[in-house]
């Protein structure tokens, strides 16, 4: 019946369209240093390698999950990611753009398979393991990724404090996978409503960091200007 793939896709559809925030978070932050030649390929195929990674991620998805602290790994590697992603990089630094571009690519598909390793288990649970209704649902969201990723970029540049909470949302997402780690889950769950410390904490001493790490940037960056100007 007709109704057999309508109902089950729209549920991937759905899913897909929640995880296409993270993700356009991701390319915005990762990219965001690019010129804008470069930028608009590193969306493009971040959003593209994205889609790729987590149809693949679909097939092993369950068996990934069953790796003991692989959740927990992958959490604290979200955490580093974070942080990486908020400090400022020195403007004065010149990197060759193809490694640049390279290394934004990169960073997108590393925080993309960790951020998805869980979701896409409801992915496939939603498109009752139907291959066919996978590829459907997830094709759809390239464009969401996209629109959403130029959209973020464009509103951080305007706006440097979006910055910080596109860090927050990846170190709550870390802080979220950690809480769900099935090694860990017998301990966690006994502390109730206090299991969202974890992502709390991660969340706080994220953001904290970025921003004494970026605050001291700048007052350098003042003080070789002022160097400057006295040997000038």
């Known amino acids: 019946m007709l109704t057999d793939w309508i109902i089950p896709l729209l549920n991937v559809i759905l899913i897909n369209v929640v995880l296409s925030g993270d993700n356009a978070v991701i390319i915005a932050l990762a990219s965001r240093n690019l010129p804008p030649h470069l930028q608009k390929r590193t969306i493009l195929w971040g959003s593209v390698g994205a889609v790729v990674l987590r149809m693949l991620l679909c097939f092993v998805a369950i068996w990934l999950l069953k790796i003991p602290f692989l959740q927990l790994a992958g959490g604290l590697l979200l955490v580093w990611i974070a942080v990486k992603l908020m400090v400022s990089e020195e ?4 990197i060759e ?3 640049s571009l390279i290394g934004a690519v990169k960073t997108i598909l590393v925080s993309d398979f960790i951020m998805s390793l869980d979701n896409v288990v409801a992915v496939t649970a939603a498109a009752k393991e ?9 094709g759809l969201s390239v464009p969401l990724i996209i629109w959403g990723s ?3 970029s464009g509103v951080m540049k305007r706006f440097p404090v979006i910055l910080y909470v596109g860090a927050a949302v990846i170190a709550w997402a870390a802080g979220e996978m950690i809480k769900e780690e099935r090694m860990l889950h017998g301990i966690i769950e006994q502390w109730g409503a206090f299991s969202y410390a974890i992502p709390v904490t991660l969340t706080l001493v994220v953001l904290l960091y970025g921003w004494i790490h970026n605050r001291r940037e700048q007052v350098h960056k003042r003080v070789r200007v002022d160097r400057h100007n006295v040997v000038s």
């Open 91 to 94: 403007e004065t630094e010149q």
């Open 97 to 99: 753009g193809s490694s």
């Open 130 to 138: 139907n291959i066919w209704l996978i590829g459907m649902g997830i």
């Open 150 to 152: 130029k959209i973020f």
